[in-house]
């Protein structure tokens, strides 16, 4: 299994900033994943990066909002942009394993007041 | 695409008595059926996964599962569940390429009570 670290674990931000989440794996994989873990829901996948392209996002998420880096195979980072209240959440960094599996990163608890 | 119904949002239980956290699924391929586990401030556990093979399949921590190909459903069960049970439950589903099209149910919280 993949073991997937993130920083940072959590973070009070003021409105209008930015904040940027950074995953490290300990292995080299092909993609990674983020997801937006809100306050009592489920997961949501934000966007799948894949090293020496653009990050493919889902609806609902523009690159403006949420830029991702992935400057190599083992690391990602998210950006979440011009910060609301709106965007307190859990953010996750994941990868896929070899059988289909996701592996997650401890999550990065965002409060923006 | 493929989707996960999670049916109960919250499962409250007492310390040794068996549990049930119900998982439906739908979608038009065959898929592959997770169930993660989410402690207070920390992020998801697999606990386990059917790919193929025999329906029922065993996990961590005496989790199984079964997967019910008519029913399109992925239960989750414990014959005897624990204080440190106490957890967020998620039931998701791929149709297999390497995680980017994993859908997550609205998971279920199990609060075991002593």
């Known amino acids: 299994s993949a073991v997937i670290s993130q920083k940072p674990s959590r973070d009070i931000c003021q409105r209008g900033t930015s904040l940027t989440i950074q995953c490290q794996v300990d292995?080299?994989?092909?993609?990674m994943f983020w997801y937006r873990q809100q306050p009592g829901q489920s997961l949501t996948l934000i966007a799948t990066?894949?090293?020496?392209?653009?990050?493919?996002?889902e609806s609902g998420f523009v690159i403006d909002k949420f830029p991702i880096s992935r400057p190599n195979l083992t690391f990602s980072t998210l950006t979440v942009s011009n910060m609301s209240p709106e965007d307190s959440s859990i953010y996750l960094c994941?990868?896929?394993?070899?059988?289909?599996?996701?592996?997650f990163g401890q999550g990065t608890r965002l409060t923006v007041v | 695409a493929q989707s996960v119904t999670q049916l109960d949002s919250q499962v409250p239980v007492f310390e040794e008595a068996p549990v049930e956290l119900r998982c439906n699924y739908s979608?038009?391929?065959?898929?592959?059926l997770f169930w993660y586990v989410q402690y207070p401030n920390q992020g998801l556990q697999l606990l386990l996964k059917?790919?193929?093979?025999?329906?029922l399949v065993k996990g961590i921590n005496g989790f199984e599962a079964e997967f019910n190909k008519s029913q399109t459903s992925f239960h989750l069960r414990k014959p005897s569940v624990h204080i440190s049970d106490t957890a967020e439950y998620f039931c998701a589903v791929s149709e297999g390429f390497m995680g980017n099209d994993m859908r997550f149910g609205a998971g279920t919280r199990l609060t075991v009570k002593p």
């Open positions: 990066a894949n090293q020496g392209s653009e990050a493919t996002y």
């Open positions: 994941s990868v896929g394993g070899p059988n289909t599996e996701a592996f």
């Open positions: 979608s038009s391929v065959s898929v592959y």
């Open positions: 059917y790919l193929s093979g025999s329906t």
């Open positions: 292995s080299q994989v092909t993609m």
